[in-house]
């Protein structure tokens, strides 16, 4: 059973920064793509980026584009979302997914992931 265990949310003042990680319980190059999701109080679940790992393209919703960014340590198993420049909007559940193949995304939501974590808290505050 492949795990996905989130962390490195938490609360943080406006224009404030946070790292999040997602390590896998599979090696990272078993998956053809990696991204976040998030859900916000009352809303619906929205696409923050997805990493696709053949050619390293990434695709971000318009609302992180420019302060978010996503990489990769295959060695740790671990997808990564640096978040910079954060606002109270952006606070919300996060949550990691994972495909084997067939990968598609549109504005930031991978679609018909096989895998997910529980979610990490983040919280920001203006």
């Known amino acids: 059973q492949v795990q996905l265990v989130e962390s490195g949310g938490g609360s943080v003042q406006a224009g404030g920064s946070l790292r999040l990680s997602c390590t896998t319980s599979k090696n990272t190059a078993g998956f053809s793509c990696m991204g976040w999701s998030r859900q916000a109080p009352g809303k619906e679940r929205e696409g923050v980026g997805v990493l696709y790992f053949n050619d390293g393209f990434t695709d971000y919703a318009d609302s992180v584009k420019g302060r978010f960014t996503l990489s990769r340590d295959n060695g740790k198993n671990t997808l990564y979302l640096q978040m910079n420049s954060l606002k109270s909007e952006d606070t919300a559940i996060y949550y990691c997914?994972?495909?084997?193949?067939?990968?598609?995304?549109?504005?930031?939501?991978?679609?018909?992931?096989?895998?997910w974590g529980q979610g990490t808290q983040v919280t920001v505050s203006s």
């Open positions: 997914e994972a495909k084997r193949s067939g990968c598609s995304a549109l504005v930031g939501r991978l679609k018909g992931p096989d895998y």
